[in-house]
Structure formats: structure tokens, C-alpha cells
């Protein structure tokens, strides 16, 4: 059994940054980070896998950065430029599967953390 867990979450004014992290209990060949505003379905935000290829959301290209570390047993997301609207809970989610292209659908991924807040304020 897979376990994750996130860090990193907090409140930033608008164009501020934060950088997430996702511990992993052994190595993961495809992880992915998500995001649920209130009253929102679950979106995906970035993925990548062993590797090394990742998708982003359009709402988040060129703003947010997701990478791993060589054990594959740490995930980071490192979130710039915020918006309001990036305002949600991120939750970090794995495959013990490699995708062979990084996928952004939640279905994609059997293990998911706790989930870490973000909040941005204008």
C-alpha cells in the first residue's frame, strides 16, 4: 500500500509563490498533482512520470512547475505567478503504473494524499 503525503500549503497574496511537496512511501512511476476549489469537480493541475515527461493544465502552464526527485519517491510543485483562482486543496496522486504520456484524469491514479490547502489572495 502506497502512502503520500503532501506539505507546502499556505496563504500568499497574488502573484506570490509556494512550493508543494509529496512524500511517497516507495518509488512511483507516475504521480500527478490535482486541485478542488469548493463547489468544483476535481481538476488535474500537472503529472509526470519516470521518465521525466509532464502536462500541465492550460490554467497553469508557464506558471507552475512539477518535478521529481532521481528516487522517484518525491513529487514537488512549484506554484508561481498565483491567482485567486488557484485557490483550492491540492492533493498529490500516484500510479504504480507509467504512463506512457503523463495523464491529467483522476481516474489515472489509485493512491491520493491528504490533500494540502492553497489559498491567494488579491
Known amino acids: 500500500q502506497v502512502q503520500l503525503r503532501e506539505s507546502g500549503g499556505g496563504s500568499v497574496q497574488a502573484g506570490g509563490s509556494l512550493r508543494l511537496s509529496c512524500a511517497a512511501s516507495r518509488d512511483i512511476y507516475s504521480w500527478a498533482w490535482f486541485r478542488q476549489a469548493p463547489g468544483k469537480e476535481r481538476e488535474g493541475v500537472a503529472a509526470i512520470n519516470s521518465d521525466g515527461n509532464t502536462r500541465y493544465a492550460d490554467s497553469v502552464k508557464d506558471r507552475f512547475t512539477i518535478s521529481q526527485d532521481t528516487g522517484l519517491t518525491t513529487l514537488w510543485l512549484q506554484m508561481d505567478s498565483l491567482k485567486p483562482e488557484d485557490t483550492a486543496m491540492y492533493y498529490c496522486?500516484?500510479?504504480?503504473?507509467?504512463?506512457?504520456?503523463?495523464?491529467?484524469?483522476?481516474?489515472?491514479?489509485?493512491?491520493w494524499g491528504q490533500g494540502t490547502q492553497v489559498t491567494c489572495s488579491s
Open positions: 496522486a500516484a500510479s504504480l503504473w507509467k504512463w506512457r504520456s503523463p495523464v491529467l484524469g483522476p481516474s489515472g491514479y489509485a493512491t
